[in-house]
T-cell receptor, first 112, second 112 residues
């Protein structure tokens, strides 16, 4: 089965700074990759998804992610962090059978 | 509006009691999922169902049971056999043709 690894369970940035959340997938190229965001006591919301149409994927709230096959990575970035970006972020991979697997999550803190 | 509804949002249970969490969707999705979320462990798959009257165990099915009698509904029962049931439970369905999961708001179960 596919799997993803998120590097760093906690990331802290200052407001206005670059956000970089790291995700690496298992060696076989997955059909679909996702980033989800979760606010406290809520379900997960889709930020963006990779479906092989383009390696640079733009999502909601100014986030984007780049699929790099050579590095087996799908890191999430945002040029300038806002206080409202503070949340938990999950990278996920899905195969052709809709078997979705999640990373352990990265909690993003934004300092004023 | 289409979506996934989970109830109750908060639930308290005494040890030794079974409890059933409700999940209803009006997205016309075939596949539905139950995940368990614990701090620092991401989401772990409990059960999933690709079609009515059929379901499969996920990674941590022990102590849980499900049914799928209707396309719209996928209730999860947490039985007394589940040794550590206190957790946040998320229901989801898949749609969009790209494996994207749509989540409910979650149910937080606390065993007293």
């Amino acid at each position: 089965a596919q799997s993803v690894t998120q590097l760093g369970s906690h990331v802290s940035v200052s407001e206005g700074a670059l956000v970089l959340l790291r995700c690496n997938y298992s060696s076989s190229v997955p059909p679909y990759l996702f980033w989800y965001v979760q606010y406290p006591n809520q379900g997960l919301q889709l930020l963006l998804k990779y479906t092989s149409a383009a390696t640079l994927v733009k999502g909601i709230n100014g986030f984007e992610a780049e699929f790099k096959k050579s590095e087996t990575s799908f890191h999430l970035t945002k040029p300038s962090a806002h206080m409202s970006d503070a949340a938990e972020y999950f990278c996920a991979v899905s195969d052709w059978n809709n078997d979705m697997r999640f990373g352990a999550g990265t909690r993003l803190t934004v300092k004023p | 509006d289409g979506g996934i509804t989970q109830s109750p949002k908060y639930l308290f249970r005494k040890e030794g009691q079974n409890v059933t969490l409700s999940c209803e969707q009006n997205l016309n999705h075939d596949a539905m999922y139950w995940y368990r979320q614990d701090p620092g462990q991401g989401l772990r798959l409990i059960y999933y169902s690709q079609i009515v009257n059929d379901f499969q165990k996920g990674d941590i099915a022990e102590g849980y049971s499900v049914s799928r009698e209707k396309k719209e509904s996928f209730p999860l029962t947490v039985t007394s056999a589940q040794k550590n049931p206190t957790a946040f439970y998320l229901c989801a369905s898949v749609g969009g043709g790209t494996g994207e999961l749509f989540f409910g708001e979650g149910s937080r179960l606390t065993v007293l």
